[in-house]
């Protein structure tokens, strides 16, 4: 149960829609979109309207992840735009129990991410409210950045304290055909990958790469796992995890 989530922080961003419809066209049915405020992370990228404008152009899940601080007024407008999860970050702290419990009452599955340096234990107080743990496995803030080996701990670990609970575990940043594996070891199902799917800002591939690079990441995950894909249909009906959910 592997599922590449593309990243369209790496996208043409004059073409958004169309490169959403071509990622799904070459197999990814998770799209993942990241929003900065230019105040949690150190850059700015896209809000609630374009995430609207896009949903017409994704059939499967738009997975939202949003690195703001000021949450609270922003969760209407992604419940508008169309969001299937929404992803805060633990690193937010006291504001959290409100938030997830805001974020639930709009019908969206609750996300909670996580940097490469915080422990595992500050997730422990929210796993009962939210259905999506991102581990971090860069600085949040830029594509294009090296996978950060050490928090593969972090991800066993959270995998171990998630218990038999119906928590989706995803993995956000310098996934390639060589970490892949790595992550999806640990415990991780989805993969965020922008520039594996995407290339290089400014870069020349075509849709027939994006089925190429999906497939690379796939393959070499489900090859470190040895389970067959499901894809993310599991995952929606939160059929995954239970006693056996180490492979
Ligand atoms: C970083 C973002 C990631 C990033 C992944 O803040 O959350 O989703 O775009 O990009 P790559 O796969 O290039 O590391
Ligand atoms: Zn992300």
Redesign the pocket.
């Known amino acids: 149960m592997i599922t590449i989530a593309p990243?369209?922080?790496?996208a043409d961003f004059a073409r958004l829609g169309a490169e959403c419809r071509a990622v799904e066209s070459a197999g990814a049915n998770w799209i993942?979109v990241?929003v900065?405020d230019g105040h949690f992370?150190p850059?700015l990228t896209i809000g609630p309207d374009v995430c609207a404008a896009l949903r017409p152009h994704i059939q499967g899940t738009m997975d939202i992840?949003l690195?703001a601080d000021n949450i609270e007024p922003l969760i209407p407008a992604f419940a508008e735009a169309g969001a299937d999860v929404l992803t805060i970050h633990v690193e937010l702290g006291s504001v959290l129990p409100g938030l997830c419990a805001r974020i639930r009452d709009a019908g969206i599955r609750t996300g909670l991410?996580i940097n490469p340096d915080t422990p595992a234990a500050a997730l422990s107080e929210y796993l009962d409210a939210i259905d999506l743990i991102?581990v971090?496995?860069?600085?949040?803030?830029?594509?294009?950045?090296t996978?950060l080996h050490h928090v593969l701990d972090t991800i066993g670990e959270i995998w171990e304290r998630t218990g038999a609970r119906a928590i989706t575990i995803e993995v956000?940043?310098?996934?390639?055909p060589e970490t892949a594996p790595l992550a999806a070891r640990a415990g991780a199902e989805i993969l965020?990958?922008?520039?594996?799917?995407?290339g290089?800002r400014n870069s020349t591939l075509t849709p027939d790469d994006y089925h190429s690079n999906i497939s690379a990441l796939h393959e070499a995950a489900l090859a470190a796992t040895g389970g067959a894909c499901k894809g993310a249909e599991a995952v929606d009906t939160r059929i995954h995890h239970g006693t056996d959910k180490r492979r």
């Open positions: 990243s369209i922080l790496s993942h990241d900065m992370v850059n992840h690195m991410a991102c971090m496995t860069v600085e949040p803030g830029f594509g294009g950045q996978f956000d940043g310098g996934i390639t965020v990958a922008g520039t594996a799917v995407f290089a």
